[in-house]
């Protein structure tokens, strides 16, 4: 499947390794410790939900870690797949912030 260029992804990692992701927190151009900090994953090549909500320690920067496990191939004929990973957090009622970033893996032939 040809991935549009709309949503081709800047960063690639290779089938069945992590993803270590950084996100931090603002509120008026200032560092915000939420009082939540959630994310999920899911496959947009194949439209499936990877990961459903996960509770992270509350930050004003938190490091995600997308397992291995997480990011194989799910079509094995796809030479790439793209991921949509979504963050939310509560920064004070009723300011609820989500946030998604893609990234793309690709499917090491061989392997």
């Known amino acids: 499947m040809a991935i549009p260029a709309n949503l081709r992804p800047a960063k690639f990692v290779n089938k069945n390794s992590r993803l ?16 939540s900090v959630v994310w ?13 909500w996960q509770a992270v320690p509350a930050a004003a920067s938190v490091q995600i870690v997308i ?32 946030q998604d970033k893609t990234y793309g893996v690709r499917n090491m032939v061989g392997r």
Do not use: M, Y
């Open 40 to 52: 999920r994953l899911h496959c947009l090549t194949n439209n499936i939900l990877l990961s459903d």
């Open 67 to 98: 397992p291995a496990t997480s990011n194989g191939i799910i079509a094995d004929d796809n030479q790439e797949e793209i991921k949509l990973i979504t963050v939310s957090c509560n920064i004070g009622t009723p300011q609820e912030v989500t």
């Open 20 to 35: 270590v992701t950084n996100w931090s927190f603002f509120a008026n151009g200032a560092p915000v410790i939420p009082a």
